[in-house]
């Protein structure tokens, strides 16, 4: 697939990106957050061989992305929960499956919560959970201001292997990023950071987590220095049907960083 293969439907009065391949059941990814990120940038190096074994689709959420972002629109997780059930009802999508990564994790997690009869199974990758410290990688996303050195110095935080940041990336997301309104929607997300002490990011609690019914697989980088691993702890923790599989030498990309590993897992998992 191409990036040029981008397909647009109208969700929730945005307009909204998405990528589409394969058959079977349907597999919805979800991208996560951070400067000139999008469902391509996340998922192009799998979606087609998920597809293999799925319907794989690929929106941008509302606000990144090539997704339309609105000044006079309030971005929070119930508005992009809604719209991720629009952008399913607007392409024919009743029940799907769903990978989320870190954002995206959360919206699964809002997906299961505020609309269970619409999601299968649930994979969460590098997902916030509870009240965590805030790390280098979230703070200097709220803090970025476009350029490409800004941008690959960021980037620098996301994976154990440095040598996945290549240049056509950093430009890639740099361009994103540069979109009317991309930061705005980012900073919309993310907690500013404290000019003295630590900054607390407060994720979905723990009383919440209890309620998801869905069979849930958790996979984590062990080197993760965006999302702690603690928080992949804790979603099994209290998540009742929820299994965790960490990825040695492995940070925030777990899709790019452990790929073989990481299609393995997905498809025995939701293929099950």
């Known amino acids: 697939m191409k990036e040029v293969d981008r397909k647009f439907v109208m969700a929730a009065g ?3 990106a998405y990528f589409e ?5 349907p597999l919805l ?3 996560g957050s951070g400067p000139g990120v999008s469902g391509w940038t996340n998922w192009n190096g799998v979606m087609d061989e998920l597809g293999e074994r799925h319907h794989v689709l690929v929106p941008d959420i509302a606000g990144f992305g090539f997704t339309e972002f609105k000044e006079d629109t309030h971005y929070d997780i119930k508005f992009w929960v809604n719209h991720l059930v629009e952008f399913m009802d607007a392409v024919g999508i009743e029940k799907a499956s769903l990978v989320g990564n870190s954002f995206g994790g959360a919206m699964g997690i809002g997906l299961a919560l505020f609309a269970p009869d619409r999601l299968d199974k649930l994979v969460l990758l590098g997902t916030p959970a509870g009240t965590f410290v805030q790390t280098k990688g979230l703070a200097g996303a709220w803090s970025y201001e476009p350029s490409i050195e800004n941008m690959r110095t960021l980037m620098e935080l996301f994976p154990y292997n ?19 309104g991309a930061q705005e929607a980012l900073r ?11 900054t607390m990011v407060k994720a979905f609690p723990v009383g919440a987590l209890q309620k998801i019914t869905s069979p849930t697989l958790v996979l984590h980088g062990r080197e993760d220095n965006v999302v702690p691993l603690e928080c992949g702890y804790r979603l099994i923790e209290h998540i009742p049907n929820a299994d965790l599989f960490v990825f040695g030498q492995c940070g925030h990309w777990v899709q790019t960083e452990q790929r073989e590993k990481f299609i393995r897992n997905v498809n025995a998992f939701v293929d099950c």
Request: one cysteine or more.
């Open 21 to 25: 391949c394969g058959n079977g059941k």
């Open 162 to 180: 440095k040598s996945l940041i290549t240049d056509a990336l950093v430009e890639s997301r740099y361009e994103a990023s540069a979109r009317p």
């Open 29 to 31: 990814l979800l991208h």
């Open 14 to 16: 945005h307009n909204t």
């Open 188 to 198: 919309e997300l993310l907690p500013k950071p404290n000019d003295v002490g630590e």
